[in-house]
């Protein structure tokens, strides 16, 4: 059984910066992405950003050059640098494992992220 535990939400202000990280653990697949989505009040789920086992990346253009995603891949483990953080990136911030391929989806329980302005 696959499970994500995330670590690193908070209260911030806006221009500052936090660090997310999520740890899979379970059976996980050499071919895989990682990853970071958010859901707001109100809003659906969406796309912050992903980096696959090969390391390639996605980002949503909301946050590009703002927001870095790493991996570590021997402790399968996903990080989130946001800086730059802005009141509109307030949201609960879901970790994502596509595990395999095709991917079999996991989400962890969210962080919240709240940017004061």
């Known amino acids: 059984q696959v499970q994500l535990v995330e670590s690193g939400g908070g209260l911030v202000q806006a221009g500052g910066s936090l660090r997310l990280s999520c740890a899979a653990s379970?059976?996980?697949?050499?071919?895989?992405?990682m990853g970071w989505y958010r859901q707001a009040p109100g809003k659906q789920r969406e796309l912050v950003a992903t980096?696959?086992?090969?390391?390639?990346?996605n980002y949503a253009i909301s946050v590009k050059g703002r927001f870095t995603i790493s991996r570590d891949n021997a402790k399968n483990t996903v990080y989130l640098q946001m800086n730059g953080l802005k009141a509109e990136d307030t949201a609960v911030y879901y970790c994502?494992?596509?595990?395999?391929?095709?991917?079999?989806?996991?989400w962890g329980q969210g962080t919240q992220v709240t940017v004061s302005s």
């Open positions: 994502y494992l596509g595990n395999g391929y095709p991917y079999t989806d996991y």
């Open positions: 980096r696959t086992n090969t390391a390639s990346t």
């Open positions: 379970g059976r996980i697949f050499s071919i895989n992405v």
